[in-house]
C-alpha cells in the first residue's frame, strides 16, 4: 500500500483497528453475527478452519497462516467503521482537507537554480473538487501514480501557482513522497 492510500485510510478511521488476529477474527465474527460460516466465506477457507482459529479449547486451537493473516486484514479494514468512513468522506468532498507531506517537489530548471526538485515539508488545504477526485480514483481501482497526479496538479495549483496568480504554465513534479497525511474537517 503506498503513502497516499495510508493516509487517506488515516484519515478515515476514528478509532485504530484492532491490531492482532484474534481481536480481528472477533470483529468478523461481531460483523457477521457470529456465524462461522460467512466469515469462512469471506476469508475463502472452510468454516470447521475458522472454528478451529476461534476456539477456546486450549489443544485445539490453530493459528492461521501468513496468507490467511493478510486475507483476515483486508476482510476487517474493508469493513471497519462504515458510516464513519463515509460520513468522513462526504465532509471532505463538500469541504476539502488539508494534506500534510514532505516529498520531492520542483520544476524544470538549471541545475543549482532555487526551482531545482528538492525535499520540501507542505500543508496545504485543497478543495472538495480534489478530495472528489482522489476518491474516485481511488474507488475506481487506480494505482497510486494516478493518485500522485491529483495531487500534484492539486498542489501546483494551490501551493506554487498561488490558485493561478503566479508560475503560470510551469509543470510540477510530484514523486519520493516520504509521507502523506490528511487532515479531514
Do not use: N
Not at 81 to 103: C, D, K, M, S, Y
Not at 147 to 176: E, P
Request: hydrophobic letters at 45%; aromatic letters at 6%; zero cysteines.
Amino acid at each position: 500500500m503506498g503513502e497516499i492510500v495510508q493516509g487517506l485510510e488515516r484519515a478515515l478511521r476514528t478509532r485504530p483497528v484492532p491490531s492482532d488476529t484474534k481481536a480481528r477474527l472477533r470483529f468478523l465474527l461481531a460483523a457477521h453475527r457470529g456465524s462461522t460460516l460467512r466469515v469462512a466465506a469471506v476469508l475463502g477457507v472452510s468454516q470447521r478452519t475458522v472454528q478451529r482459529w476461534v476456539t477456546k479449547k486450549p489443544g485445539a486451537r490453530r493459528q492461521p497462516g501468513p496468507a490467511q493473516i493478510q486475507a483476515i486484514e483486508a476482510a476487517v479494514l474493508e469493513r471497519w467503521q462504515p458510516q464513519i468512513r463515509a460520513r468522513l468522506q462526504a465532509r471532505a468532498e463538500a469541504e476539502g482537507f488539508v494534506l500534510h507531506t514532505r516529498a520531492r517537489f520542483g520544476f524544470a530548471a538549471a541545475a543549482g537554480a532555487s526551482d531545482d526538485p528538492r525535499v520540501r515539508r507542505i500543508t496545504q488545504r485543497l478543495s472538495g473538487e480534489v478530495a472528489r477526485e482522489l476518491f474516485a480514483a481511488r474507488g475506481a481501482g487506480e494505482g497510486e501514480q494516478q493518485q500522485l497526479t491529483v495531487l500534484a496538479r492539486a498542489l501546483g495549483h494551490a501551493y506554487f501557482r498561488a490558485d493561478g496568480q503566479r508560475a503560470h504554465g510551469v509543470h510540477i513534479a510530484f514523486t519520493d513522497v516520504e509521507f502523506a497525511d490528511f487532515s479531514i474537517g
